[in-house]
């Protein structure tokens, strides 16, 4: 009995994250990593996309004849209906490709893609996430998109290409973009008689001052602001400082910075800008639309702009504006930068790459397939696809859109991706940050533990 | 005496119940009151979960439970004739090797899957049988379930062997011996191997997850997964709705069949 329920539905029915980023059980990345390896040794060796295998078609090496493509990728219901749609697109301008698509829940597929990328039977086309990039592209799984004729990039701005190459080269190429932004409920805001201040200027003090104000005016009945959590989050304010989270195998940010970011929450939580300790671990794993963000408690909320959608659904349609992080200086360096929210990459498997490198091309760059996809993914990253599709987005979509843009205009030099083993990363970042909320530990003996956790972590991966 | 026992039974039960009834009655609420309510008590009767959930995917659910039924019944014939085979080997014919091939078939069952996975998965890639049910029903007609063959084989040697004798005396083949004598005699073993392998088949995710690619082809399992979306909007009260669907078959053969199962694992192994 045991093993059917260890199999079935046990494990479909218990998971029940909607964070960013569900951290995948360690059991399950041992499975991939060793897969990887295995991956590695039937020496699936890594090839570019000027190698195809078809004789080449008259001009840019697509194949002439039949050939058949599969498309795999990971969400919910909308994004299959929306992407098949897509596909549908393709196949009427492309009548020789037998297109599939195949998609799965989070979890799903990243085990199929380890099974069969191992088997040499990976889908053509693959959604890819920033945790698992540096993994498959090391090991071979990943198609070299560099040379890709079918590609076009002239729309897309270079430091967002540059999101998806690992080691200098181009693995992946971003479905779509975010950026962090502080979430503002001008609705709530009114209703307490409260104006926002210059948001284009403002300084991390006077973001604690204000939230303390709205948590004063608001009489229990509503806070301030969320606190400045998660890999983004940190990532921004170690940027903010002049440090950089990662390198391609340390943690690099400094102890003191780390200290620095403990602190704040901790007179956030302290001094009433954000809700007592208990009830931020109370609320730390509740659905966006349960969350107080949504329900009218939590005036401001830190986080990524694509969720401003959810959040404005979840909440009847309140007044959401977006505005920018504060910072030390009054926003004068240019820490900010556009998170790939997913990518496509090529599976080195692939029979015919140039004709898969050229569906990405019509999935992001061709307003013919992205239209289909709108913004479900992110906002899109060709200029002239975001454009065009802004019309036909929701409003959170479109503020979403406006804000990247905004943003793009003063955005630093993008991070290297993460190195492999810190897929757990914010499990690990929330427990410390807890941890100091609650008074268990000081913001320094935080910084210190954290910083060697996330150390060892990549070290034995 | 009596008292305290029941008490403490009916206590034991609800615990276990918990789980399930807190399914059926999430299933009729609807999706943003789920997980705001660990009560059992229903308050809401939102039935178009069920409506909703039926049709959610791509394709209607029915396509999924067909799927699922054309894999269970392709595992339970294939189970039910070669482990039996099997059994009746080891149980009864004198070969070369046989203990030791006994030994090896133990072994099987004391691997761990994740070690078979992926040279398994790179057999089916180049015979070029991935995306179809071949993977999942065919291994079953190899006699490859370990488990099962060493109940079957604990069941024939509960038997008598004058029986095989007087029938051998008889002039009986070994053909005859095993249809006419062996597979009449150990008909509860059967009914525990159909019994388990529908439910191990019913439930199994893992295989079916990365055999069947095409979304048409999606079993029960699989499809239930495509309920969640961690990134954006999950449907679950779709998904507690559809799941109850699927348990309905396996309730009902558990039911009627826990008596098989019962005598079939007893009468396993001597007395």
Redesign the interface.
């Given at each position: 009995m045991d093993r059917g329920i260890r199999n079935g539905r046990g494990r479909a029915v218990g998971s029940h994250q909607r964070s960013q980023h569900p951290s995948p059980g360690p059991s399950r990345r041992r499975l991939g990593l060793a897969v990887g390896g295995v991956a590695g040794a039937l020496g699936l060796a890594a090839c570019g996309v000027g190698e195809n295998r078809e004789p080449p078609g008259p001009d840019d090496g697509t194949a002439t004849g039949d050939i058949s493509l599969r498309a795999s990728w990971w969400g919910g219901a909308l994004r299959s209906e929306q992407t098949q749609k897509a596909l549908d697109a393709f196949r009427e301008e492309h009548a020789n490709i037998n297109l599939t698509g195949e998609y799965s829940d989070w979890s799903g597929y990243w085990d199929r893609l380890a099974t069969a990328a191992a088997g040499g039977n990976a889908a053509d086309v693959l959604q890819m996430d920033v945790l698992y990039l540096s993994t498959y592209a090391d090991t071979g799984v990943l198609v070299a998109l560099d040379d890709a004729q079918t590609l076009d990039l002239s729309k897309v701005d270079p430091k967002v290409v540059d999101l998806g190459r690992v080691g200098g080269t181009l693995y992946a190429l971003p479905a779509a973009t975010n950026v962090f932004a502080v979430m503002v409920n001008m609705d709530l805001l009114s209703d307490l008689g409260i104006s926002l201040p210059d948001t284009d200027s403002w300084t991390w003090d006077e973001y604690e001052e204000f939230a303390t104000a709205i948590s004063d005016e608001g009489s229990g009945e509503v806070y301030g602001t969320s606190l400045f959590g998660s890999q983004h989050g940190l990532t921004l304010w170690a940027r903010q400082n002049g440090e950089s989270l990662f390198d391609e195998s340390r943690i690099t940010v400094s102890e003191a910075v780390v200290e620095e970011f403990m602190r704040m929450s901790l007179d956030w939580t302290r001094g009433g800008a954000a809700a007592s300790a208990s009830h931020q671990a109370e609320m730390g794993s509740v659905a966006i639309d349960q969350g107080d963000f949504s329900t009218g408690k939590q005036a401001m909320n830190i986080a990524t702009s694509n969720q401003i959608s959810a959040y404005i659904a979840a909440s009847d349609g309140a007044d959401m504006q977006l505005v920018q992080l504060p910072t030390l200086d009054a926003n004068a360096t240019r820490y900010q930068y556009q998170k790939a929210s997913m990518y496509w990459s090529v599976a080195s498997s692939c029979d015919n790459p140039v004709d898969a490198a050229g569906l990405i091309n019509f999935l992001v760059n061709d307003p013919a397939g992205a239209k289909y996809l709108l913004a479900e993914r992110g906002t899109p990253i060709n200029s002239d696809v975001l454009a065009a599709v802004t019309p036909l987005l929701e409003t959170g979509d479109q503020l979403a859109a406006a804000f990247v843009t905004k943003v793009a205009e003063n955005v630093g030099e993008s991070p290297v991706n993460p190195p492999n083993g810190t897929a757990d990363f914010e499990s690990v970042l929330s427990r410390h940050v807890q941890d100091v909320t609650f008074g268990e530990a000081t913001p320094q003996e935080a910084a210190e533990a954290f910083i060697s956790e996330i150390q060892v972590a990549i070290d034995q991966a | 005496m009596s008292v305290v026992k029941h008490v403490l039974l009916i206590a034991g039960v609800l615990v276990s119940l918990y789980?399930i009834l807190w399914?059926l009655v999430s299933s009729l609420r609807p999706?943003?009151q789920i997980?705001?309510n660990a009560s059992i008590i229903p308050t809401t009767f939102y039935a178009q979960n069920y409506s909703e959930g039926w049709n959610?995917?791509?394709e209607s659910f029915g396509t999924y439970l067909i799927n699922s039924s054309v894999v269970v019944v392709g595992a339970v014939i294939g189970n039910l004739i070669t482990c039996s085979m099997a059994a009746y080997a080891f149980a009864r014919l004198k070969f070369r090797f046989s203990r030791i091939a006994f030994a090896l078939m133990l072994l099987t069952l004391m691997i761990p899957v994740?070690v078979v996975?992926?040279p398994q998965?790179?057999i089916?890639?180049q015979l070029h049988l991935?995306n179809t049910v071949w993977p999942l029903i065919l291994p079953k007609f190899l006699a490859t379930d370990g488990f099962f063959i060493f109940l079957m084989v604990q069941f024939i040697r509960g038997l008598p062997r004058e029986l095989d004798e007087a029938a051998r005396v008889d002039g009986a083949s070994h053909y005859a011996i095993f249809t006419r004598i062996i597979l009449p005699l150990m008909t509860p073993a059967l009914a525990t191997t159909a019994i388990?392998t529908i439910?191990?088949t019913?439930?199994?995710?893992?295989a079916q997850?990365?055999y069947l690619?095409?979304?048409g082809k999606y079993t029960v399992?699989?499809a239930?997964?495509?309920?969640?979306?961690?990134?954006?909007?999950?449907?679950?009260g779709g998904?507690?709705a559809m799941?109850i669907v699927?348990?309905l078959p396996m309730l009902l053969i558990f039911t009627f069949g826990q008596r098989y199962l019962i005598q079939g694992i007893s009468t396993t192994g001597g007395k």
């Open positions: - | 789980p399914m999706d943003g997980f705001s959610a995917l791509p994740h996975i992926i998965y790179v089916w890639a991935v388990f439910l191990w019913w439930n199994d995710f893992f997850l990365i690619t095409d979304p399992p699989v239930l997964r495509a309920f969640i979306d961690v990134q954006g909007q999950s449907s679950y998904m507690f799941s699927s348990i």
